[in-house]
């Protein structure tokens, strides 16, 4: 189970080194951009999880009328966005979780960039959102998909004992069917980007730098035997000696409310 307390620690600890090392998830804030789309003057949006503002900053040159809610769970990482993008009176920096989060009246368009992978239950937090969104409003986001880190925790479940470092993440067919019967789907793709990191040890610091080490509150503690042990297998089913692969499965999405 995800601990959200854990999610908003370990993204403010992270929030310093963030823009440094998230290539992944600027990548998917720059596909992002290709979907972000609407002719109308003036929009309310939001931004689940706006981080520290690198999709933020697309927003605000695309709907320079709009008023924008930039939400997200962790206090370091509002306010590295904060410091990035100033005081502006069309912008309001609301430290919440999305499932709490309410307003008065409903939103046009809702945005969020590699964040929904942090919630436990997509079926509540779809039914959430379908809830603040006004009629014909739209959710265009990405989030990380079920072959995400598929070697890490495959090398874990091939450990002697019971490891389990890597929270589960969602196919694109289990997510079509949570959102088909409120949502229309406009447009979906999915993409897998494979990154090369020296060591298993390198790719786990990268993940700590930016908040994402896993949040599932199991307490477990990788010993140096057991991390050994980690690098042998993974080097051995998914490197070359030198190097490991690590698959980011990546999914994009664009909703209309049905009803």
Not at 178 to 197: G, K, Q, R, T
Request: glycine share 6%; proline share 1%; net charge negative.
């Amino acid at each position: 189970m995800i601990d959200k307390d854990r999610v908003s620690r370990n993204f403010s600890k992270g929030a310093s080194t963030y823009d440094k090392a998230a290539i992944i998830q600027k990548h998917m804030a720059d596909k992002m951009e290709i979907f972000v789309d609407g002719s109308k003057e003036s929009y309310r949006i939001l931004e689940v999880g706006c981080g520290t503002g690198i999709f933020s900053e697309k927003l605000l040159k695309r709907f320079p009328n709009s008023r924008v809610d930039l939400l997200d769970i962790s206090p370091s990482m509002l306010e590295k966005a904060r410091e990035k993008l100033g005081e502006d009176e069309r912008i309001s920096y609301v430290l919440s979780d999305i499932e709490q989060h309410v307003i008065e009246g409903k939103y046009d368009i809702i945005f969020s960039n590699a964040t929904f992978q942090w919630i436990e239950n997509q079926e509540n937090l779809f039914k959430h959102l379908h809830s603040l969104l006004d009629f014909g409003g739209k959710i265009v986001f990405s989030t990380f998909g079920k072959r995400t880190y598929c070697e890490l925790r495959e090398s874990f479940e091939m450990m002697e004992g019971s490891f389990c470092f890597s929270q589960d993440f969602i196919s694109t067919g289990a997510l079509k069917e949570i959102v088909e019967d409120s949502f229309l789907l406009l447009a979906s793709d999915e993409e897998y980007m494979v990154e090369s990191y020296p060591s298993v040890l390198d790719f786990l610091k990268m993940i700590k730098s930016i908040g994402a080490n896993s949040a599932t509150g199991t307490g477990q503690i990788l010993t140096k035997g057991s991390l050994r042990e980690l690098e042998d297998i993974y080097m051995r089913r998914y490197g070359d000696g030198t190097k490991i692969d690590v698959t980011n499965h990546l999914i994009y999405m664009v909703l209309e409310k049905r009803h």
